[in-house]
Protein backbone atom coordinates (compact mmCIF):
# COMPACT_ATOMS: atom_id res chain seq x y z
CA UNK A 1 0.00 0.00 0.00
CA UNK A 2 2.71 2.36 0.74
CA UNK A 3 4.70 1.80 -1.99
CA UNK A 4 1.50 2.49 -4.29
CA UNK A 5 0.96 5.79 -2.41
CA UNK A 6 4.79 6.21 -3.02
CA UNK A 7 4.29 5.65 -7.09
CA UNK A 8 1.12 7.69 -7.24
CA UNK A 9 2.84 10.87 -5.41
CA UNK A 10 6.15 10.75 -7.81
CA UNK A 11 4.28 9.88 -11.08
CA UNK A 12 1.85 13.25 -10.28
CA UNK A 13 5.29 15.17 -9.13
CA UNK A 14 6.92 14.29 -12.00
CA UNK A 15 3.64 15.29 -14.45
CA UNK A 16 3.59 18.80 -12.44
CA UNK A 17 7.12 19.67 -12.84
CA UNK A 18 6.78 18.49 -16.73
CA UNK A 19 3.59 20.84 -16.78
CA UNK A 20 5.45 23.61 -15.82
CA UNK A 21 5.95 26.33 -18.27
CA UNK A 22 9.76 26.88 -19.72
CA UNK A 23 11.17 29.69 -21.65
CA UNK A 24 12.11 29.14 -25.10
CA UNK A 25 15.20 30.11 -26.86
CA UNK A 26 15.15 31.84 -29.63
CA UNK A 27 17.44 34.02 -32.04
CA UNK A 28 15.59 37.45 -29.98
CA UNK A 29 17.52 36.05 -26.43
CA UNK A 30 20.76 36.94 -28.27
CA UNK A 31 19.97 40.28 -28.19
CA UNK A 32 20.73 40.57 -24.56
CA UNK A 33 24.05 38.84 -25.18
CA UNK A 34 26.94 41.13 -25.81
CA UNK A 35 29.88 40.44 -28.22
CA UNK A 36 34.12 42.04 -28.86
CA UNK A 37 36.90 41.15 -29.78
CA UNK A 38 40.30 41.88 -29.34
CA UNK A 39 43.97 41.24 -30.72
CA UNK A 40 47.27 41.95 -29.61
CA UNK A 41 51.29 41.05 -29.59
CA UNK A 42 52.34 38.78 -26.52
CA UNK A 43 56.52 37.60 -25.11
CA UNK A 44 57.39 34.98 -23.03
CA UNK A 45 59.83 33.46 -21.12
CA UNK A 46 60.83 29.56 -20.95
CA UNK A 47 63.49 27.53 -20.29
CA UNK A 48 64.14 24.46 -23.06
CA UNK A 49 66.69 22.01 -21.94
CA UNK A 50 67.66 24.13 -19.02
CA UNK A 51 68.46 27.29 -20.99
CA UNK A 52 66.16 30.79 -21.07
CA UNK A 53 64.77 31.49 -24.21
CA UNK A 54 62.01 33.91 -25.45
CA UNK A 55 59.21 33.38 -27.69
CA UNK A 56 57.23 36.13 -29.28
CA UNK A 57 54.04 36.20 -31.26
CA UNK A 58 50.47 37.70 -31.47
CA UNK A 59 46.71 36.61 -30.51
CA UNK A 60 43.13 37.63 -31.67
CA UNK A 61 39.92 36.44 -30.13
CA UNK A 62 35.97 36.67 -30.53
CA UNK A 63 34.81 38.32 -26.56
CA UNK A 64 31.04 36.81 -25.51
CA UNK A 65 29.94 38.98 -22.54
CA UNK A 66 33.22 40.34 -21.72
CA UNK A 67 34.13 36.90 -20.15
CA UNK A 68 34.81 34.44 -22.60
CA UNK A 69 37.14 34.67 -25.20
CA UNK A 70 37.96 31.95 -28.36
CA UNK A 71 40.55 32.93 -30.74
CA UNK A 72 43.81 32.12 -31.86
CA UNK A 73 47.56 32.67 -31.47
CA UNK A 74 50.95 32.13 -33.16
CA UNK A 75 54.47 32.07 -31.55
CA UNK A 76 58.14 31.19 -32.10
CA UNK A 77 61.25 31.70 -30.50
CA UNK A 78 63.36 34.88 -30.75
CA UNK A 79 66.36 33.45 -32.57
CA UNK A 80 67.54 30.21 -30.89
CA UNK A 81 68.86 28.97 -27.73
CA UNK A 82 72.38 27.59 -27.70
CA UNK A 83 73.06 24.14 -25.86
CA UNK A 84 76.11 21.93 -25.12
CA UNK A 85 75.89 18.94 -28.02
CA UNK A 86 78.75 17.00 -26.50
CA UNK A 87 75.83 14.61 -24.10
CA UNK A 88 74.29 14.77 -27.80
CA UNK A 89 77.53 13.04 -29.39
CA UNK A 90 78.62 16.91 -31.16
CA UNK A 91 81.66 18.55 -29.67
CA UNK A 92 80.35 21.77 -30.87
CA UNK A 93 77.57 23.68 -29.31
CA UNK A 94 73.51 23.12 -31.11
CA UNK A 95 71.09 25.39 -30.80
CA UNK A 96 67.18 24.64 -30.69
CA UNK A 97 64.39 26.51 -32.73
CA UNK A 98 60.60 26.25 -31.79
CA UNK A 99 57.31 27.61 -32.62
CA UNK A 100 53.81 26.76 -32.76
CA UNK A 101 50.07 28.37 -32.89
CA UNK A 102 46.54 27.15 -32.11
CA UNK A 103 43.42 28.15 -30.25
CA UNK A 104 42.84 29.16 -27.39
CA UNK A 105 39.61 29.28 -24.71
CA UNK A 106 39.76 32.65 -21.89
CA UNK A 107 37.76 33.00 -19.11
CA UNK A 108 38.08 36.20 -17.78
CA UNK A 109 36.16 37.14 -14.49
CA UNK A 110 35.66 40.13 -13.04
CA UNK A 111 36.38 42.26 -15.62
CA UNK A 112 34.83 45.43 -14.35
CA UNK A 113 37.47 45.50 -11.48
CA UNK A 114 41.08 47.50 -12.51
CA UNK A 115 42.66 44.19 -11.53
CA UNK A 116 41.11 40.56 -12.15
CA UNK A 117 42.37 37.47 -13.12
CA UNK A 118 42.46 35.37 -16.49
CA UNK A 119 42.41 31.94 -17.35
CA UNK A 120 43.27 30.51 -20.91
CA UNK A 121 44.20 27.01 -22.37
CA UNK A 122 45.73 26.99 -25.45
CA UNK A 123 46.62 24.29 -27.43
CA UNK A 124 48.67 24.55 -30.52
CA UNK A 125 50.56 22.64 -33.56
CA UNK A 126 54.17 23.01 -34.60
CA UNK A 127 57.62 22.37 -34.91
CA UNK A 128 61.13 22.47 -33.49
CA UNK A 129 64.66 21.70 -34.72
CA UNK A 130 68.16 21.45 -33.92
CA UNK A 131 71.51 22.56 -36.08
CA UNK A 132 75.27 23.25 -35.02
CA UNK A 133 75.75 26.59 -34.37
CA UNK A 134 76.64 29.17 -37.25
CA UNK A 135 75.03 25.99 -39.94
CA UNK A 136 71.88 25.87 -42.17
CA UNK A 137 72.06 22.16 -41.67
CA UNK A 138 69.15 20.46 -39.46
CA UNK A 139 70.46 17.68 -37.11
CA UNK A 140 67.10 17.07 -35.97
CA UNK A 141 63.48 18.17 -36.61
CA UNK A 142 59.71 17.43 -35.23
CA UNK A 143 56.57 18.13 -35.56
CA UNK A 144 54.93 19.37 -31.87
CA UNK A 145 51.67 19.61 -30.00
CA UNK A 146 51.64 21.92 -27.50
CA UNK A 147 48.88 22.69 -24.46
CA UNK A 148 49.92 25.22 -22.05
CA UNK A 149 47.52 26.07 -19.35
CA UNK A 150 48.01 29.91 -17.98
CA UNK A 151 46.81 32.01 -15.05
CA UNK A 152 47.11 35.47 -15.55
CA UNK A 153 46.25 38.81 -13.81
CA UNK A 154 44.75 41.58 -16.22
CA UNK A 155 44.87 45.47 -15.58
CA UNK A 156 42.31 47.51 -17.18
CA UNK A 157 44.21 50.37 -18.71
CA UNK A 158 41.28 52.17 -20.49
CA UNK A 159 38.03 50.41 -21.53
CA UNK A 160 39.68 49.32 -24.80
CA UNK A 161 43.32 48.52 -23.52
CA UNK A 162 44.00 45.65 -21.39
CA UNK A 163 47.63 44.48 -19.86
CA UNK A 164 48.50 40.61 -18.55
CA UNK A 165 50.65 39.17 -16.62
CA UNK A 166 50.28 35.33 -17.05
CA UNK A 167 52.06 31.87 -15.97
CA UNK A 168 51.47 29.08 -17.38
CA UNK A 169 52.99 25.13 -18.22
CA UNK A 170 53.98 24.25 -21.40
CA UNK A 171 53.20 20.64 -21.98
CA UNK A 172 55.06 19.75 -25.31
CA UNK A 173 55.08 15.88 -27.06
CA UNK A 174 57.56 15.50 -30.00
CA UNK A 175 58.12 12.54 -32.47
CA UNK A 176 59.75 9.75 -30.80
CA UNK A 177 63.07 10.14 -32.71
CA UNK A 178 63.52 13.95 -31.72
CA UNK A 179 66.51 13.94 -29.91
CA UNK A 180 65.37 16.46 -27.30
CA UNK A 181 62.74 14.63 -24.99
CA UNK A 182 59.70 15.87 -24.52
CA UNK A 183 60.30 16.61 -20.68
CA UNK A 184 63.10 18.41 -21.69
CA UNK A 185 61.02 21.09 -23.96
CA UNK A 186 58.42 20.89 -21.45
CA UNK A 187 58.27 23.34 -18.35
CA UNK A 188 57.10 27.00 -16.97
CA UNK A 189 56.07 29.97 -18.88
CA UNK A 190 56.22 33.94 -17.85
CA UNK A 191 54.98 36.61 -20.13
CA UNK A 192 53.18 39.38 -20.79
CA UNK A 193 50.46 40.70 -23.42
CA UNK A 194 48.73 43.59 -24.72
CA UNK A 195 44.87 42.87 -25.53
CA UNK A 196 43.37 46.15 -27.71
CA UNK A 197 39.95 45.94 -28.78
CA UNK A 198 36.12 45.95 -27.47
CA UNK A 199 35.68 43.94 -24.73
Known amino acids: ?20 PKEINTLQNLDSLSWGAYGGPRISIINPIGKTAFM ?4 GAIVLNSQFALGGFGQGMTGSSEFDG ?12 MGYGGIFLEYMPFRHKILHPSF ?3 IGLGGASVQQVNSDSKISKTTLLAFTPRVGLDFNIRKSAVVSLFAGYQFIKTNDDFMITDHDLSGWEL ?3 VKLGKF
Do not use: C, H, K, T
Open 1 to 20: MRISILSIFLFSLSLNVMAQ
Open 56 to 59: AGGQ
Open 86 to 97: VPYGYDNPLELS
Open 120 to 122: SLP
Open 191 to 193: GIS
